[in-house]
């Protein structure tokens, strides 16, 4: 196990008995099922059958500590999985292993507090701290060192704005969002107008190294304009100039928001957008919101081709997949769901993503329901939409007659907090 492992646990176990009232303790444990289908054409099949069976059970022990604005917070992951896609996962190369999920590991983070407890067959141990940080806050500013998570942007699925382990937008689970290690700082001025900046720091996953071009350093100010609010945001993330504007305004009952990104690689210029809108209503005595999105990425296939060959030449593109950055291979998309409360307790959200271009799409329909006050049921339906060779139908795997596709498939979670 290393070091900072072993010492990161010691504090939880200090904190969680000690005696100050300023510490928090909590946390909680999920259980896991992940069901999928294989079409006949899809290569996985030839490594699962017609279907695969997956399931994961984690432990999250969160720790909060604060005293005269000094403050620390840290969160102990253990977790252990076993199903059809375990070992397969982690035998494949970087691009491969990508499609099926793979271990977590701190490969490019500053810190290893990902260790792998065991693995064999089907089975993988580890145990990891998510969040490892000490920070300061005055009035007006604020200051953090370790591991944590920063959000940016004001995109809904895609969010080209958030440089630091945006979510997939068709992740299901999003309660966390992985933390990466940085130095973080904010200054809240009398107008209300923010300004935050963050330093991530990264190794170069094939040399172990602190490299510069592997970090990300952004600074982004939160501003009002009459009506508006907006973003500016300036970086350089791996490496690449980025610029970038936010807006948001209400419109009516609705609220409409935009992002535009450019970044300057060493090969081109390419610019992001997403906007969206949002509106809650009441129907049949239900409450329900809205929301419609849509999203430009530049990085994107120009012809929609998505064979292996015509990805290899865009190697931009290439590195955010490999990176978690970017999770689209084409260029336009448009996204909408709607959540409707069947109760106080229970929830239903259709959603769906969409190529445009292909077409082909990801139908979502996901269900939450409280079970009680530590009790969370969260389960989901994925159907891909589109022929062979789309993006959501399947690409071409270099095979002929065989596509990296799936077929319907179903999760199930239930989590209880403490």
């Given at each position: 196990m290393?070091?900072s492992?072993?010492?990161a646990?010691?504090?939880?176990?200090m904190?969680a008995?000690?005696?100050?009232?300023?510490?928090?303790?909590g946390?909680?444990?999920?259980f896991?099922?992940?069901?999928?289908?294989w079409p006949?054409?899809?290569?996985?099949?030839?490594?699962?059958g017609?279907?695969s069976?997956?399931?994961?059970?984690?432990?999250?022990?969160?720790?909060e500590?604060?005293?005269?604005?000094?403050a620390?917070?840290?969160?102990y992951?253990?977790?252990g999985?076993?199903?059809d896609?375990v070992n397969?996962?982690n035998?494949?190369?970087?691009?491969?292993?990508?499609?099926?999920?793979s271990?977590p590991?701190?490969?490019?983070?500053?810190?290893d507090?990902?260790?792998v407890?065991?693995?064999?067959?089907d089975?993988a141990l580890?145990?990891?701290l998510?969040?490892?940080?000490l920070g300061?806050?005055?009035e007006?500013?604020v200051?953090?060192?370790?591991r944590?998570a920063?959000?940016?942007?004001?995109g809904?699925?895609?969010?080209?704005?958030?440089?630091?382990?945006p979510?997939?937008?068709?992740?299901?689970?999003?309660?966390?969002?992985?933390?990466?290690?940085?130095?973080?700082?904010q200054?809240?001025?009398?107008?209300?107008?923010?300004v935050?900046g963050?330093?991530?720091?990264?190794?170069?996953?094939?040399?172990g190294?602190?490299e510069?071009?592997?970090?990300?350093?952004?600074a982004?100010y939160?501003?009002?304009?009459?009506?508006?609010?907006?973003?500016?945001?300036l970086?350089?993330n791996?490496?690449?100039?980025?610029?970038?504007?936010?807006?948001?305004?209400?419109?009516?009952?609705?609220?409409?928001?935009a992002?535009?990104?450019?970044a300057?690689?060493?090969t081109?210029?390419?610019t992001?957008l997403?906007t969206?809108l949002?509106?809650?209503?009441?129907?049949?005595?239900k409450?329900?919101?809205?929301?419609?999105?849509?999203?430009?990425?530049?990085?994107g296939?120009?012809d929609?081709?998505?064979?292996?060959?015509?990805?290899a030449?865009n190697?931009?593109?290439?590195?955010r997949?490999?990176?978690?950055?970017?999770?689209t291979?084409?260029?336009?998309?448009i996204a909408?769901?709607?959540?409707?409360e069947m109760?106080?307790?229970?929830?239903?959200?259709p959603v769906?993503l969409?190529?445009?271009?292909?077409p082909?799409?990801?139908?979502?329909l996901?269900?939450?329901?409280?079970?009680g006050?530590?009790?969370?049921?969260?389960?989901?339906?994925?159907i891909?939409?589109?022929?062979?060779?789309?993006?959501?139908?399947?690409i071409e795997?270099g095979?002929?007659?065989?596509?990296?596709?799936?077929?319907?498939?179903v999760?199930?979670?239930f989590?209880?907090?403490f």
């Amino acid at each position: 196990m290393p070091r900072s492992v072993l010492f990161a646990i010691l504090l939880l176990v200090m904190a969680a008995n000690a005696d100050e009232p300023a510490v928090e303790f909590g946390g909680h444990t999920k259980f896991s099922f992940n069901g999928q289908t294989w079409p006949d054409d899809s290569l996985m099949r030839a490594a699962f059958g017609s279907s695969s069976i997956d399931a994961l059970a984690s432990l999250r022990l969160n720790v909060e500590w604060c005293n005269d604005g000094w403050a620390f917070d840290a969160a102990y992951q253990l977790v252990g999985l076993n199903g059809d896609r375990v070992n397969l996962g982690n035998s494949l190369p970087p691009g491969a292993a990508a499609f099926l999920g793979s271990l977590p590991n701190d490969d490019r983070r500053l810190f290893d507090l990902t260790d792998v407890i065991s693995q064999s067959g089907d089975s993988a141990l580890l145990h990891r701290l998510d969040r490892l940080w000490l920070g300061y806050s005055s009035e007006k500013t604020v200051v953090r060192f370790g591991r944590q998570a920063l959000s940016w942007g004001n995109g809904l699925l895609y969010a080209p704005m958030d440089l630091v382990n945006p979510f997939d937008p068709s992740a299901i689970d999003t309660e966390y969002k992985s933390g990466d290690d940085m130095l973080y700082a904010q200054y809240l001025a009398d107008s209300g107008d923010d300004v935050q900046g963050a330093a991530v720091f990264r190794r170069n996953p094939l040399t172990g190294d602190v490299e510069s071009d592997q970090a990300t350093y952004a600074a982004k100010y939160h501003g009002f304009a009459g009506d508006y609010e907006y973003d500016l945001l300036l970086a350089e993330n791996y490496g690449d100039p980025v610029l970038g504007l936010g807006i948001s305004h209400g419109i009516g009952g609705a609220q409409w928001t935009a992002d535009i990104v450019v970044a300057d690689t060493s090969t081109n210029t390419y610019t992001q957008l997403v906007t969206n809108l949002t509106y809650s209503w009441i129907f049949a005595d239900k409450n329900m919101s809205g929301m419609i999105e849509y999203y430009f990425n530049g990085f994107g296939q120009h012809d929609g081709q998505y064979d292996p060959a015509s990805l290899a030449g865009n190697p931009d593109l290439l590195l955010r997949l490999t990176r978690g950055q970017t999770f689209t291979l084409g260029r336009h998309y448009i996204a909408g769901s709607v959540m409707i409360e069947m109760t106080p307790l229970w929830s239903v959200s259709p959603v769906l993503l969409a190529n445009v271009r292909d077409p082909s799409g990801l139908l979502q329909l996901t269900t939450d329901y409280s079970l009680g006050d530590n009790l969370r049921l969260l389960g989901n339906i994925n159907i891909p939409l589109g022929p062979s060779g789309s993006e959501f139908g399947g690409i071409e795997s270099g095979i002929p007659g065989l596509y990296l596709s799936s077929g319907a498939g179903v999760f199930a979670q239930f989590a209880w907090y403490f």
